[in-house]
């Protein structure tokens, strides 16, 4: 069994997230400043932190700005497209705190682009740990796709502009190794506050959330409220995607440390900062013990598949255990589908309202369960294709299963242009044949 409580960590995004907010949250958290100022090192970009304490709205929170050649990386000026780029960027600047308005446009200097092939190469040349450069590179990879996908050209087209900064590049990396440090067993979020109004882009006005953010926050739950100002950037969307948090109210939780994140600006009455707290999970079951859980079902004959689909997709963003689809033949020999979702017993009531709200069914059965889990930690093998993240599931100290991260090894396969099953026995293999 497993020794020690199983470590959690939960994001308090009401409001909203940004790159720099996540690594002042961090900071204030109580990863060391030495283990942010070692990953910057490694870039070789001539950046540092320089690290305040400030007050937003009452409360104590850490603000950290990026200097390059002991100056701020930010230097305000005209924004225009580079001529290397294959779209025109977003004029948004990747702090939530600095989100523009009509009469005060983002204005940056960004006259030449870096592209994810450049930061890639950059990355992996870093003397980084596998963990963070994995984390980094997946980040601007979803950008990348993002972008892409927004403008309507190959990703490997894109030039990254506020995103390709300096700036952006050591909040990522700076992030991706304070996590790494934590080594936290399970991320949860809150609902995301995005913030509202319009905003300056390159195309002209656009709503809040900018194109890129919002992209990237599909699927996961976002709401607007209390500020007229961009609140989640697409940095910091990005990292909350890479991440891929459990969404929903705090879990139980024994908190041992509390950080918070400053945004820049310190509007009146609203705390403009991002809440990190670390703990341990205090329900009594540990990752390899008998758990209880709800199961809530229905089984459904007259609703589309898509709509079943999209419910699936919305459960498991609102931070469902488990979701599955069965065929089953139900009564006057109709074709339908059993609709089983897996859930905390304290959020039973989120899955409840949503069944209910989203799909045809006049009701749902409810009961409980127990469940065993394997105790689960993360690795990392080189192969052929790149770095490969694997999942490994122990029991009482004895390995059981070991299983590929399956969007490791799509991306993996996309980049080589290698069937996706080849990239799953490399890794598997990496592990097999790793150093004892």
Request: hydrophobic share 40%; charged share 20%; proline share 7%.
């Amino acid at each position: 069994m497993r020794a020690d409580p199983m470590r959690i960590a939960y994001l308090d995004c009401f409001a909203g997230i940004s790159g720099d907010m996540f690594l002042g949250a961090l900071l204030s958290a109580g990863v060391p400043a030495t283990v942010f100022d070692k990953a910057i090192a490694a870039l070789a970009l001539n950046a540092s932190l320089k690290i305040e304490t400030v007050n937003r709205s009452g409360l104590s929170a850490t603000k950290v700005l990026v200097l390059e050649d002991g100056l701020p990386a930010e230097e305000p000026m005209h924004s225009h497209p580079s001529a290397d780029s294959a779209h025109e960027p977003s004029q948004h600047h990747h702090h939530a705190d600095d989100a523009s308005t009509p009469e005060r446009p983002h204005q940056h200097q960004h006259s030449h682009g870096r592209s994810l092939m450049k930061i890639r190469s950059l990355l992996e040349s870093a003397e980084l740990s596998d963990a963070v450069k994995h984390m980094a590179i997946r980040t601007f990879e979803l950008l990348g796709e993002s972008e892409a996908r927004i403008h309507n050209v190959p990703v490997e087209d894109i030039h990254f502009h506020e995103v390709g900064a300096v700036d952006a590049i050591v909040d990522i990396v700076a992030v991706c190794a304070g996590i790494d440090y934590l080594q936290i067993d399970a991320w949860h979020a809150s609902p995301l506050n995005v913030g509202g109004g319009m905003m300056q882009c390159a195309h002209g006005l656009f709503p809040v959330p900018a194109p890129a953010t919002a992209d990237l926050l599909r699927g996961f739950p976002t709401y607007s409220a209390h500020m007229q100002m961009e609140l989640a950037t697409p940095t910091g969307a990005a990292l909350l995607r890479m991440m891929n948090p459990a969404f929903g109210p705090q879990p139980p939780m024994r908190a041992t440390a509390i950080g918070y994140g400053a945004g820049t600006r310190n509007p009146d009455g609203f705390p403009n900062v991002l809440r990190l707290s670390l703990g341990e999970d205090v329900r009594t079951q540990k990752k390899d013990e008998s758990e209880e859980v709800t199961v809530i079902e229905t089984a459904l004959d007259d609703s589309s598949p898509q709509l079943i689909a999209y419910v699936m997709e919305q459960a498991l963003a609102a931070g469902a255990l488990d979701v599955m689809l069965t065929p089953v033949m139900m009564k006057k020999g109709r074709p339908g589908t059993l609709l089983t979702v897996l859930c905390n017993p304290s959020e039973s009531s989120v899955f409840e309202q949503l069944i209910l709200s989203e799909t045809s069914t006049l009701g749902v059965r409810i009961r409980k369960d127990r469940r065993i889990c394997l105790q689960r930690s993360h690795t990392s093998v080189d192969t052929p294709y790149g770095t490969i993240r694997l999942k490994v599931g122990t029991q009482h100290g004895e390995e059981r299963n070991v299983a590929p991260e399956f969007e490791d090894c799509r991306a993996a396969a996309a980049r080589h242009h290698v069937p996706l099953k080849r990239v799953q026995q490399a890794a598997i293999a990496a592990y097999q044949h790793r150093p004892e």
